[in-house]
Every structure is written in C-alpha cells, then in structure tokens.
T-cell receptor, first 116, second 114 residues
Framework: DVKVTQSSRYLVKRTGEKVFLECVQD?????MFWYRQDPGLGLRLIYF???????EKGDIPEGYSVSREKKERFSLILESASTNQTSMYLC???????????????FGQGTRLTVV | QKEVEQNSGPLSVPEGAIASLNCTYS??????FFWYRQYSGKSPELIMF????GDKEDGRFTAQLNKASQYVSLLIRDSQPSDSATYLC??????????????FGTGTRLLVSP
C-alpha cells in the first residue's frame, strides 16, 4: 500500500515562529511536491523536488523554503510564519516521467496549519 | 488567465443521472491530464488520466480530451450520492528547467441528491 505521511494533521503556531512541515514517502519516488490549498484558490504549488538536494520554485514560493536531504523525505519550512500562511498544506510524490503517461501523484493526509 | 480553469459549482445532479465536469487549460504544449476526486477534509485521489485525444472509459467514468480546443472533461454515469465530492482537473505543464509539474484547477464541487 503506497504511503505519503505528513508529520502533523493539525498545527497551531504563533506569528514569527519558524515552522517545519515534514513529509515522508515509502514508494521510492523521485519527485516530491508541496502544495497549499485554500478555498476558491485550489491547489497551488509552493516547491517541488525532482531529486535529492534538487529543488525548484513553484508558483508561490515566497515565505517558504524546502529541504530534501534524503530521497524519502521532503520538508517545507516557513521561515517566519505569518497569518496569511494559515492554510491546508498537502505533500505529494510521484515517479519521474515524461510528458506522456500517467505518473500519478500520491498525496499525504494534509496538515492544517493555523498561524495566530 | 489561469493555467487550468474549472467552474467551481456546485453542480447538482439527481442520483442515476450523468454528471459532466469540464476543464480548460492554457498551455497548448500540455500532454497529460488528470482527474482527482477530493472528499471534504480528505486528500485528493486519482480517478483517471488521459493523454490521447478522444474518450477513455473506466467503469462509470469517462474522460474526454480535445487538444485542439484545449478542453478536457469527466463524465460520471449513474451518479451516486457517494460521488458527491470536489473534482480537480490537473494538467502536466513544463517548467523553466523542463521538469513537468502538475498544475491544478480550483475544482468543481459535485452534489448528487438521492
């Protein structure tokens, strides 16, 4: 059974705190992604990684950084949490693949982060 | 213009009817298209993918792709109340490094009434 596991289901942090969201996959996937999901805005890509130590900015990287030291683990870091980062954060992983083919992305259960 | 556009709904259909969900995309070079279902409070899960023009059927689900019109749709036959969820269209899109990232629409909420 494929699995993407996020470290926390719910998290409450204070403004200005440094926040770490962890994601682990057990499928030996090359690609890992961090999205945030907000009502009316859908899933927006923050960062993705296509290999260990490799990362690329998504559509909304401001205020975030990532770390991928091992293939199975992809961390999202909020350097100084702000209230506008209150959201549902979803991690996903997939096999690498070209333009064709259904390289399915598997999602973790999500972390609902509230910044107060 | 958003890369992937969907009507947010809700789309309401009676049980047993056909639900038709639509999606348009802006990147003409996109080659792979995905439909995900997301129940409230849950993570998205893949229903189907399609990359050739035409129809692809899987059980009660049919995905349709028209690359010339940059249009992809999902038909759900014999809709059931358990199909009530948000349906996300996703398109594989190229990035600056050539890596193909998955871009999602905002989703269409489907309500199937008994």
């Amino acid at each position: 059974d494929v699995k993407v596991t996020q470290s926390s289901r719910y998290l409450v942090k204070r403004t200005g705190e440094k926040v770490f969201l962890e994601c682990v996959q057990d499928m030996d996937h090359e690609n890992m992604f961090w999205y945030r999901q907000d009502p009316g805005l859908g899933l927006r890509l923050i960062y993705f990684s296509y290999d260990v130590k490799m990362k690329e900015k998504g559509d909304i990287p401001e205020g975030y950084s990532v770390s991928r030291e091992k293939k199975e683990r992809f961390s999202l870091i909020l350097e100084s949490a702000s209230t506008n980062q209150t959201s549902m954060y979803l991690c996903a992983s997939s096999l690498s693949g070209g333009l064709l083919g259904g390289t399915e992305a598997f999602f973790g259960q999500g972390t609902r982060l509230t910044v107060v | 213009q958003k890369e992937v556009e969907q009507n947010s709904g809700p789309l309401s259909v009676p049980e047993g009817a056909i639900a038709s969900l639509n999606c348009t995309y802006s990147d003409r070079g996109s080659q792979s298209f995905f439909w995900y279902r997301q129940y409230s409070g849950k993570s998205p899960e893949l229903i189907m993918f399609i990359y050739s023009n035409g129809d692809k059927e899987d059980g009660r689900f049919t995905a349709q792709l028209n690359k010339a019109s940059q249009y992809v749709s999902l038909l759900i036959r014999d809709s059931q109340p358990s199909d009530s969820a948000t349906y996300l269209c996703a398109v594989k899109s190229g990035s600056n490094t050539g890596f193909q990232k998955l871009v999602f629409g905002t989703g269409t909420r489907l309500l199937v009434s008994p």
